[in-house]
């Protein structure tokens, strides 16, 4: 489906006929798994990243990330740490990256902030007994959950981000 998406690009009409797909996927999925205790977990990629990018970016910046800006740049971060884990191969890590980027003005918190950051995926309801989990790619439309990363990965990531970031627009 990803790939549908990237080839109907941003601007494209079609785009609406693949977003209803994505809802319907995401509809199914929720009713499959209510209470969050499987498959479900899969729509969290990006999110733990993205919570504490908004959550920072609430409490420091003049004009706050939107949730999904936030995410997407918690997707961004999920598909290098990913890589940098092995489970992704970097030539389908760049697929994605262009997939993820394309028409998006991408903002990520200082690398100052990382600490803050990582307090903040720490509090995140997907912790588990103080390890930071994520949802991580395997690839282009398979992913697992409950992927522990440490804190040297995870600056890692945020790092590599920042660059993609800087390369593609704004950064604070």
């Not at 549908?4 to 009409?13: C, E, F, Q, T, Y």
């Not at 990629?45 to 003049?62: I, K, Q, R, V």
């Not at 191969?89 to 003005?105: A, E, F, R, Y």
Request: glycine share 6%.
């Amino acid at each position: 489906h990803f790939h549908r998406l990237v080839k109907a690009g941003i601007s494209n009409p079609k785009l609406s006929k693949e977003i209803e797909v994505s809802v319907k996927i995401k509809m199914d999925i929720t009713e499959e798994d209510p209470f969050e205790m499987g498959r479900r977990q899969l729509l969290n990629l990006g999110h733990t990243f993205g919570h504490a990018f908004e959550s920072w970016s609430m409490e420091n910046d003049a004009d706050p990330l939107l949730h999904g800006e936030a995410v997407l740049a918690g997707m961004i971060c999920c598909t290098y740490l990913s890589t940098e884990k092995g489970m992704l191969d970097p030539k389908v890590q760049n697929t994605i990256l262009d997939g993820l980027s394309m028409d998006c003005d991408l903002y990520l918190p200082p690398a100052s902030a990382d600490d803050d950051l990582i307090q903040l995926m720490g509090n995140d309801k997907k912790a588990n007994a103080g390890e930071i989990t994520f949802v991580l790619l395997k690839n282009i439309g398979e992913a697992c959950y409950g992927q522990v990363a440490e804190r040297n990965e995870i600056v890692s990531a945020l790092k590599a981000t920042r660059e993609f970031c800087k390369s593609k627009s704004r950064l604070a």
